[in-house]
């Protein structure tokens, strides 16, 4: 080591941690700590790591006091080296001592050693050689108080399975697992799936999954083994949180029996004994834990999320495919998809304090399975009368948004419109019992949107009508690749959504525009701007020629939109902005547009949060603006040359319309 490089503290640290070591009860120098980590440099670091490490790992279980100042200069050796030459360094002994510590720093430390291997399958394979230390990373995992080394842990152990995952395997991977991992320097896929077997396949660590995340104790351990109820909760969150993970990466490892008489010994039965069957249905105690089964259905949402193995049966123009996955043919099977959705349109069934809560997740549960399995959702059958599932869940939305006018703002089931905006536009469109060139005006009170009110306005309202009226982006329509054609896409829905309520409701832009420049009420004038923005860059879509379906009813068709009676005899455009550059639309959104945005800068006590909602509104008024003129720039100039002209001379304007003081002050007040 040159002389130039070399720490000038090096050989008086070396002494301090030998009385350490031989005097354990040596107080720490920490200013000596200081002084040798600000003295260290990118060339000695490597060259007095084989002195210093194995001194600081041996003493780390000597200290009396805190070791905060031995972890922060080891972690600083650790960063420039490979996992291979720090087992030089240390012993499994070590590794598996530091994460029984019972001080966090120590077990941070031990999992950055462990994060070395998740780079290559090649060193996740030696650490699953060392059951010692899985089998201490699994018990502090689930068992620590420390909420930043269980999150750590909680992405350790995810990391090594993601790279021990077994090439045969990986190519059913949900594609953003995939690029998540090459983001992080991880090659999915060329393992062994020798941390698999370890982890799933080694009984004593299987074992530790069932014995401290159930809630049944042990009588043959002493007390000060056995964890409380809340310590077991939250160990059962922490397995709930990893086993969406490994859902991903491979959904049959997780379902799949390992020791029948280990799973039969926690009410584990034959073909429902695998580790998630023990997490779903016996693991929460979920008549007595609502906060539990709460976080119980979140976690069967993101079940339903997970993708992996997709394949529908069919996704041509004529055939609808009914869309599944093994998630959700596991959660139907087991009893819970069912379980859910009646919690979801019974919610008076049983205790109603949990009721109140468990409906709010079964709405969330409803949405993710809509979202990810629209067709599924289309064909489903609930109850013992085989009733088409989405006509039940239509009529529950019905029912919940049915409060007198007066109360709507006050309680508003924003839950339920969660769910609405998830359901497939299809589900929503009316039906009629004449062909679709003849059809009568249905009964606008029987449908759900006549239920979403313009006023008393309120956000939750206002962005349930952005979802539906803007319909799908192009890329993300799932339900229309999979629909048969003589079915309205979800483009096609979206625009008759879109028709249909404005024939009810002639002063919509009028109502939004004074909505959008309401200053008073940020939340609902942010909304309103979210829904023109979304009108605006609609993508929309023709319906097909009437048909009739399954049960002989027919959606509506072009003749029947362009009936007086809907569209008042306008045109029926398939693109957002022609639609506002159609009357009534055009003149009240471009006045407001063209306008300079208000603000309160004038009023004595006009700034604080006033001023600051002026400035957030402006803000969002802007960028409608400048998508509008967007919009207008894609189209021919023709008759709108004009109206593109002014629109540009406002975006050159900025923000306050060239109300420079105005502007300044807004600022100001924000910065």
């Known amino acids: 080591m040159a002389a130039e490089y070399t720490p000038s503290s090096l050989n008086e640290l070396i002494t301090h941690l030998d009385e350490i070591h031989d005097r354990p009860s040596t107080k720490v120098n920490t200013a000596l700590f200081i002084r040798f980590e600000a003295q260290l440099t990118e060339k000695s670091l490597l060259d007095v790591t084989p002195i210093l490490v194995p001194r600081l790992l041996s003493n780390l279980r000597l200290l009396k006091e805190d070791p905060a100042p031995f972890v922060s200069l080891l972690l600083k050796f650790l960063r420039p080296i490979g996992f291979t030459a720090l ?12 994460l029984s510590s019972p001080i966090p720093c120590i077990n941070l430390l031990a999992l950055a050693f462990l994060g070395k291997s998740t780079s290559n399958s090649s060193e996740v394979a030696i650490v699953a050689s060392m059951k010692g230390v899985v089998t201490q990373l699994i018990v502090t995992w689930l068992t620590t108080p420390d909420t930043e080394v269980s999150s750590r842990a909680t992405h350790i152990i995810g990391a090594l399975l993601e790279v021990d995952l077994a090439r045969d395997l990986s190519i059913e991977v949900n594609n953003d697992e995939t690029s998540r991992a090459r983001e992080g320097g991880r090659n999915l896929g060329n393992g062994q799936g020798l941390m ?27 007390d000060s083994e056995n964890l409380s109820n809340r310590q077991k909760t939250i160990a059962q969150t922490r397995l709930l949180t990893l086993l969406q993970k490994l859902a991903k990466l491979d959904f049959q490892a997780i379902t799949q029996s390992r020791f029948p008489e280990l799973e039969a010994s926690y009410g584990l039965e034959k073909g429902h004994a695998g580790l998630l069957d023990f997490a779903c249905l016996k693991m929460v105690n979920t008549e007595d834990d609502v906060l539990m089964h709460m976080a119980l259905i979140d976690f069967f949402a993101e079940l ?3 993708t992996s193995g997709h394949s529908p049966k069919s996704c041509t123009a004529s055939i609808p495919a009914i869309d599944t996955s093994p998630s959700l043919e596991y959660l139907i099977s087991s009893g819970i998809h069912n379980r859910i959705i009646n919690f979801y349109l019974n919610p008076n069934d049983g205790d109603l304090l949990d009721a109140s809560f468990l409906y709010k997740s079964s709405a969330s549960y409803l949405a993710a399975y809509a979202t990810n399995y629209p067709n599924h959702i289309m064909s489903a059958t609930f109850g013992s009368e085989d009733t088409l599932l989405i006509s039940k869940i239509r009529s529950r939305i019905y029912a919940a948004l049915g409060t007198l006018p007066a109360l709507r703002v006050v309680d508003v089931p924003e839950w339920d419109l969660h769910l609405l905006s998830a359901l497939p536009r299809l589900a929503l469109l009316p039906k009629y019992t004449t062909n679709g060139d003849q059809q009568n005006e249905y009964n606008w009170h029987s449908s759900i949107l006549s239920r979403i009110p313009l006023a008393p306005a309120h956000p939750a309202y206002l962005r349930t009508l952005a979802v539906l009226f803007h319909g799908p982006s192009r890329k993300s329509d799932k339900a229309s690749c999979v629909r048969p054609s003589h079915l309205p896409s979800e483009p096609a829905a979206a625009r008759a959504l879109y028709t249909l309520y404005v024939a009810k409701q002639p002063n919509l832009f009028v109502i939004l525009v004074r909505l959008a420049d309401t200053i008073a009420l940020k939340e609902v004038a942010l909304a309103a701007i979210h829904l023109l923005s979304s009108i605006i860059t609609a993508n929309w879509d023709v319906l097909p020629p009437p048909s009739p379906t399954s049960d002989g009813l027919y959606y509506p068709t072009e003749k ?6 809907f569209a008042k005899g306008g045109p029926l455009p398939l693109f957002g902005i022609i639609t506002i550059l159609n009357t009534p639309a055009l003149a009240p959104l471009a006045n407001y547009l063209l306008a300079p945005p208000k603000t309160f800068n004038n009023l004595v006590g006009g700034s604080g949060d006033t001023e600051s909602a002026a400035y957030t509104i402006a803000m969002a008024r802007f960028e409608l603006v400048k998508v509008f003129n967007e919009r207008l720039k894609a189209l021919p100039v023709g008759m709108i040359e004009k109206l593109r002209n002014s629109f540009a001379e406002r975006v050159a304007r900025g923000p306050w319309g060239g109300q420079t003081a105005v502007g300044s002050s807004i600022s100001t007040t924000e910065l």
Do not use: H, Q
């Open 87 to 98: 087992l030089g360094l240390t012993t499994p002994d070590d590794i598996a001592g530091a």
């Open 196 to 222: 698999w077997r370890r982890i799933l396949g080694d009984k004593d660590i299987y074992s530790l999954f069932f014995s401290t995340c159930s809630l049944n104790t042990d009588e043959e351990a002493d």
């Open 304 to 306: 339903v999320r997970t």
């Open 560 to 565: 029947s939109l362009k009936a007086p009676s």
